[in-house]
């Protein structure tokens, strides 16, 4: 049967992407989005906050982001696993507000990158060198998983394609662009809706969801090595450093009832992609986990910016 080699998380945000020396970009757009009111950010934002947003500390932040980074993808590298297993969540970029599944497992034969072209000044600058790429998939176990999962009580949807002018969505185009630039390793994208209500699933659902999928990868009849990854999170657009180390706390110390109490008012916007450390931590919940390192990335006077963790498992 399959084996579970390895797993990772690691944030994918644009300021990974993005040099500190830009990082105005990201406070301009922080600035006029719609969805969250600056202006009395900044006024509730921590005493001291200033002191976050010296070039120097934007630049330790950044390398110490980067070398989080260097160690993951030599984690990666080495371990070579024979297939991927990536969790994120879809930013309308294969499904829109017609059809929003909760949880989607990608079962085509093939991964596709596409070179977009950005209106926005900070786009550009996170993806000034992206290429049209294709990269393989599973379908076979792709197939395995949804059988598995359906049997295990969840009604997953399926998708065969990456929409055209699209191609694959951030947070998986994420591992070959950062974690793993060679990599032949077939992948299945499992996407799940954490930002966009009604239906994101709640803190208990992913984490359940994360044991059936343990169960449905070592179901498989192969003897495949599975490395699983997720990107994403923690918190952001606004850092919240305690909801982070609640999180994180509960994951170094396999404690589902605290993962499955985490205030489910604040995983919205940018901070819901913690559902997806949710998920892998149920799919891991048996092998130890290493905490690299935890960043509170702060980028501007209201807060914002991304609190990113880097972490293996295995």
Wanted: net charge negative; charged share 20%; hydrophobic share 40%.
């Amino acid at each position: 049967m399959a084996k579970i080699i390895l797993g990772l998380g690691s944030p994918h945000s644009p300021q990974l992407s993005i040099p500190p020396s830009q990082w105005a970009l990201l406070v301009e757009k922080d600035q006029q989005d719609p969805r969250i009111d600056y202006a009395n950010l900044v006024r509730a934002a921590k005493p001291g906050i200033q002191q976050e947003l010296t070039e120097q500390k934007f630049t330790s932040r950044y390398d110490a982001a980067q070398k989080a980074l260097d160690d993951l993808s030599k984690i990666l590298v080495q371990a070579s696993p024979d297939v991927l297993i990536a969790i994120g969540d879809d930013q309308h970029e294969q499904f829109l507000d017609e059809a929003m599944p909760m949880f989607c497992v990608f079962r085509g034969n093939s991964l596709k990158m596409v070179k977009r072209e950005f209106q926005q000044a900070w786009r550009k600058a996170e993806e000034p060198d992206t290429t049209d790429q294709e990269f393989p998939a599973q379908a076979e176990l792709a197939e395995h998983l949804i059988s598995s999962l359906v049997q295990q009580g969840f009604d997953v949807a399926c998708s065969n394609q990456l929409r055209e002018n699209i191609g694959l969505g951030h947070a998986f185009s994420f591992v070959y662009r950062r974690l793993w630039r060679e990599c032949r390793a077939p992948m299945v994208p499992i996407m799940l809706n954490t930002f966009y209500p009604p239906n994101q699933p709640t803190p208990q659902r992913c984490y359940a969801f994360g044991r059936a999928l343990c169960a449905a990868i070592e179901s498989w009849n192969s003897t495949a090595r599975v490395a699983v990854i997720t990107t994403g999170g923690l918190s952001h657009v606004v850092v919240d450093e305690d909801l982070d180390r609640m999180t994180l706390d509960g994951l170094l110390h396999k404690d589902p009832e605290r993962l499955c109490s985490l205030p489910v008012e604040k995983l919205q916007l940018g901070t819901s992609e913690i559902r997806n450390w949710i998920a892998i931590g149920g799919v891991l919940e048996q092998l130890p986990m290493k905490l690299i390192d935890y960043i509170t990335a702060y980028r501007s006077p209201a807060g914002t910016g991304c609190g990113m963790a880097f972490a293996q498992w295995g």
